[in-house]
């Protein structure tokens, strides 16, 4: 697959010395890769210039991972990697790292830099571990370090990826011009107009749904299992993405926000959990399972105080050791703190463990990359059960639909191996008019209806918060009643 034409706007400012350098730079033998064809990757710096917006540089057809450290962002699809199996085949995953490590490059910048790998893959995978899949290189990968250090990384034939980063003023420029469109005040372009509708699952199915999970836990068939809840929403406005994204920012500033395009739609989301991330040795994963809202007042089924909830503790521990027992072969040493700490989000409170260790390479010395450790680790507990299979199981059971993207990984992978990917919750799904949102709650021997229903609610009213829709109450109404008022408060949105 060749890349698309990205240098249409910029062809007039080539620098001849530059253009020289660059094909010196690359020798022939790296012109003939038979896993790229004609396809090589140039990284240059980007001098300081026009502010680039990364939400409305990703916007509607981009990739980008924005976590508080590190913001990339892709444009464009030079190559996409197929993973017919899924993350199954371990095999096919590090030989997609491979390949990543042989796309002939030049890199300009220096290699103590601190900018990693100059070759990103991008991806948002499915929750169902089995289902095909695919992760792209970009032909366009803007990059922010958190030092403020701008690079970008352009994949394409020789002439064209020479000539796209032979003036880098320019090319900053053009990126610059391609962020810097106007966008409404609202998350939807037009807030004035009512919804079409709404969908969701009614309390007493989800109730229901909870009921069955408690029976079997209690059969000693499984030890816990997570309960997703869809909810969709048909706007009569399309949702303005950038603008989605830069709200989200604002409210969860601690969040890795994420937009990336998918089967099902584009899927967008503010994700408070780190799956894996891998940088060199340096390995780190921090779960989050137990939750009550921040705000807590009497009226709350949800307990006061995560730390002195035996519940909530157990659960979380399921995860963490889950977690524990799938890192400690690959490492060499890990850090996991005696007991879990608070994490406070906007409304929301969770139970987190950091687990920080250092990796070690195996019998063939291979280093496994945060791609394979994370196919190593989803679905953890907090997102599907103990034990895995028969959690799995008991979810295709009781949920209404797949969950497609949601709490699946997303994030990326580069050529050396490292990367990063959070878990996929706390997002949309955006399907032309359909806006899909899901959330789950931790079923254990203990567990609750009413304060399940509660605690799904609360997560659905943080990402329709960012929505702009305040439709959610905090006793998580029937369908019927959440439909009357998304409709009802709709024209509310207008007016902020």
Known sequence: MTGTNITDAITDAMSEDMTEDMSEDMSEDMMEDAVWGDLIAIRVLLPSGPSIDPWSLADGTGRLIAAPERVVVGIGTAHLFDLPNGLTDVGGLDALVDKLATLPCSDHLRPDAGCGHPVIAFGALPFNRTAPSALAVCSQT???????????????????????TSDPDRLRATLASRAATRRPPSVFADASGSPE?????????????????????????????????????????????????????????????????????????????????????????????????????????????????????????????????????????????????????RTISHLATPVRG????????????????????????????????????????????????????????????????????RAVLVDERRVRLTAGVGIVAGSQPETELAEVGLKLRSVLDALEIDAVSHAQPDASTLDDQIVARWDSVGSR
Not at 144 to 160: P, S, Y
Not at 266 to 276: K, Q
Request: glycine letters at 10%; proline letters at 8%; hydrophobic letters at 40%.
């Open 142 to 164: 803007y990059g922010r370090e958190a030092d403020g250090t701008e690079w970008v990384t352009v994949v394409g034939g020789r002439d064209e990826a020479t000539t796209a």
């Open 197 to 345: 509708g709404a969908r969701a699952l009614s309390d007493d199915d989800f109730r229901s749904a909870v009921a069955m999970a408690v029976d079997a836990i209690e059969d000693g068939s499984i030890t816990k299992v997570v309960v997703a809840r869809h909810v969709d929403v048909f706007p009569s406005a399309p949702l303005d993405e950038a603008a989605l994204l830069t709200r989200w920012r604002d409210m969860e500033p601690g969040c890795t926000l994420v937009a990336l395009p998918t089967p099902e739609g584009r899927f967008l989301g503010a994700s408070p959990e780190l799956l894996v991330s891998r940088q060199g040795l340096d390995v780190a994963s921090t779960p989050l399972a137990g939750t009550t809202d921040r705000h807590h007042d009497a009226s709350s089924v949800l307990p006061s105080t995560l730390l002195g909830s035996t519940k909530d503790g157990n659960e979380h521990r399921l995860v963490v050791d889950a977690i524990v027992d799938a890192l400690r072969p690959t490492t060499t040493m890990l850090e996991v703190p005696d007991g879990p700490t608070v994490v406070h989000l």
């Open 358 to 425: 250092t990796l070690s390479a195996d019998t063939t010395g291979r280093v496994p990359s945060a791609l394979h450790l994370a196919a190593m680790l989803h679905p953890t507990p907090a997102v599907a059960g103990v034990p895995r299979d028969a959690a799995l199981a008991l979810i295709d059971r009781l949920e209404v639909a797949p969950r497609g993207p949601y709490a699946g990984p997303v994030g990326y992978v580069d050529g050396s191996g490292d990367g990063r990917w959070m878990v996929g919750i």
